[in-house]
């Protein structure tokens, strides 16, 4: 089931036939074993709206707006909101519990045998230093996805010049930085203040687009099926 | 085992500043485990971040990893618990509040005002990242063409990294 058709129709909702916990801990847990490459988010929306049924997509949304304005990681967010909606509290955990547990069994193999190859020398180096550069790479690509779509006004770049030079200049804890330029921008976008509005970026979006577009086409194999205008989140 | 409170007071203080993604709670992150608690030193806190970028689930898993060396299995459960429960429990209220505010005009505020501040976090978080790991013209090179095939061209980044540490073992020697 691709989730090009999960809007229409009617999904079940949480009041018609809840899943059982181990349902959702086993839906997670699929999530959370093969949601690789990053944006686990077009990973959860594929599987809950259009596998299961178990949100319909303007929910998704909706809560995917709830995650995106409070502390924490946008999966391990949206886990817990749709587990809660599903089964309450012990949903939310199992869903939490569900799509953390195999990153973090890998992680902590991981660990191990990096503590382990460490002391063989610089190959391994060699290869975590590549890792790390192309690491780079990958996260500023996905921030600046991110921003593309975020940043609306000039206004926008203003605040996102703030909080790098005060994080990064003045050495300023994130959380000061965060209630400093946060409450100055919520008090810009007050209600009745600035517009909320604007389309910065939106050539960019579209030359992004095109591009994107034309090398899979060229390249005719990319099929994955995975929307990525709500994955990519870091 | 004594470290089990600081790992706990730690990441339960780090879960609180990933507004945005994780990458926005990087700068303190290093700080805190590098240059407070000696935890890792920066270039093992760059390579266990860049393995977990390859990880599946939420991209912080790496935390797990920290929490495995300093303190064992029990150490990677307590740090991942600290990690996820406050902004948890917090997400758990005010996604069942939400209904309510629905009309609260600041609502939108918030949401609109916060937007560009994480972004500006999440910025932060990769030139915090790049001081450890750009060091000459080979990791710019492939810091680079990463990033392109994926803004340009959405590649999947699994392959990309993996071909990197292949590149990194020649380059890097």
């Known amino acids: ?234 | 085992m004594n470290q089990l409170l600081p790992l706990i007071g730690v990441f339960s203080y780090l879960s609180l500043l990933t507004v945005g993604g994780g990458m926005a709670a990087f700068p303190e992150l290093k700080y805190l485990t590098v240059d407070v608690h000696h935890w890792v030193n920066f270039p093992q806190l760059i390579h266990l971040y860049s393995i977990g970028q390859m990880a599946p689930g939420p991209n912080m898993m790496m935390i797990a990893a920290i929490g495995q060396w300093v303190a064992g299995p029990v150490g990677a459960i307590v740090v991942t618990a600290a990690f996820f429960l406050p902004t948890g429990l917090l997400t758990l209220l005010v996604g069942r509040l939400w209904v309510r505010l629905a009309d609260w005009p600041w609502k939108a505020s918030i949401q609109r005002g916060l937007g560009p501040v994480s972004i500006g976090l999440l910025l932060a978080g990769v030139m915090s990242i790049a001081k450890g790991a750009i060091t000459g013209w080979e990791s710019i090179a492939i810091a680079a063409v990463v990033f392109g095939a994926i803004l340009l061209a959405r590649v999947n980044p699994i392959p990309l990294i993996a071909l990197a540490a292949v590149v990194g073992a020649y380059a890097f020697r």
């Open chain 1, 1 to 234: 089931m691709s989730d090009i058709t999960a809007g229409e129709g009617a999904p079940a909702t949480a009041q018609d036939a809840p899943p059982s916990i181990l349902a959702i801990f086993l839906a997670f847990l699929s999530i959370g074993a093969t949601s690789f490459g990053g944006g686990v988010v077009a990973y959860l929306r594929s599987a809950l709206v259009g596998r299961h049924r178990w949100v319909d997509d303007e929910t998704f949304i909706e809560l995917l707006s709830i995650c995106q304005s409070l502390p924490g990681l946008n999966a391990s967010n949206m886990a817990i909101l749709v587990g809660d909606r599903l089964r309450g509290t012990s949903g939310a955990a199992a869903a939490l519990v569900g799509i953390c547990l195999p990153g973090g069994l890998m992680m902590v193999a991981a660990a191990i045998a990096y503590g382990a190859a460490h002391s063989q020398g610089n190959v391994v180096d060699g290869m975590l230093h590549g890792v790390s550069a192309a690491a780079v790479g990958m996260v500023l690509a996905v921030s600046l996805q991110l921003g593309f779509k975020t940043l609306k006004n000039y206004a926008d770049l203003v605040f996102v010049a703030l909080t790098i030079i005060g994080v990064e200049v003045f050495h300023l804890s994130v959380l000061v930085v965060l209630a400093g330029v946060g409450a100055l921008a919520i008090f810009w976008y007050r209600p009745g203040g600035a517009s909320k509005d604007g389309a910065l970026f939106a050539g960019t979006l579209r030359f992004l687009d095109g591009t994107a577009a034309r090398l899979s086409r060229s390249k005719g194999k990319d099929k994955t099926g995975k929307d990525k205008k709500t994955g990519g989140h870091p």
